[in-house]
């Protein structure tokens, strides 16, 4: 596998409440996009991080990137019921296209 | 702008049979990605092309699996004998050029059962 095991979580929250995810990887990188999955669609990119960003913010979301650990997080600020989804972290390998860990399930009740 | 496009949206196989995905991307986006999705993992590259071009396929399975984009906008994913480990989400995303900085549009996806 290409991810570490902190990639691989399913997490509950209330609304209102905020949430961080990891994501670790093993290939050398500089940029790291993050996506979203809702049940019954594909995933939708949420925000894309380069190495000189170390951190980038896109209204509620709050992305980081650590090359020297390599490893990303993602969190989401005053979460919603419609922020229900898995979240994946993606890295390039090689030049090739985008592969991806397997993701963190976030449910959020109302 | 539409997005991209993929049918059937579901497909019901027994082991043996053949089906084909079809992919329609985002219009001039030249670059087309098949993955393949089993139920909660996440996505596994399958093949991508560069317009008509194959850039990668050494993660499709080539002796069941064939894909191909022939006039550089529309693609085709086939399995030729399907097999109960090929049960997965099949998802098509596009992007306007290859590297680091693209975004990828996701289809909707292909969800196979296979019985």
């Known amino acids: 596998s290409q991810w570490g095991e902190e990639n691989l979580q399913a997490l509950s929250i209330q609304e209102g409440e905020d949430v961080t995810m990891n994501c670790s990887y093993k290939?050398?990188?500089?940029?790291v996009q993050w996506y979203r999955q809702k049940s019954g669609k594909g995933p939708a990119q949420l925000i894309l991080i380069r190495s000189n960003e170390r951190e980038k913010r896109s209204g509620r979301l709050r992305a980081t990137l650590d090359t020297s650990s390599q490893s990303s997080s993602l969190s989401i600020t005053g979460t919603l019921a419609t922020d229900t989804a898995v979240y994946f972290c993606g890295v390039y390998q090689g030049g090739r296209a985008l592969i991806f860990g397997t993701g963190t399930t976030v449910s959020v009740s109302p | 702008e539409a997005g991209v496009t993929q049918s059937p949206r579901y497909a019901v196989l027994q082991e043996g049979q053949a089906v084909s995905f079809w992919c329609d991307p985002i219009s001039g986006h030249d670059t087309l990605y098949w993955y393949q999705q089993p139920r909660d993992q996440g996505p596994q590259l399958l093949v991508y092309f560069r317009d008509e071009a194959v850039i990668d396929n050494s993660q499709l399975p080539s002796d069941r699996f064939s894909a191909v984009r022939p006039k550089g906008t529309n693609s085709t994913l086939k399995i030729q004998s399907a097999k109960q480990g090929d049960t997965a989400t099949y998802l098509c995303?596009?992007?306007?050029?290859?590297?680091?900085?693209?975004?990828?549009?996701f289809g909707s996806g292909t969800r196979l059962l296979v019985i």
């Open positions: 290939t050398y990188t500089t940029v």
């Open positions: 995303a596009s992007s306007p050029g290859q590297g680091v900085n693209s975004d990828y549009t």
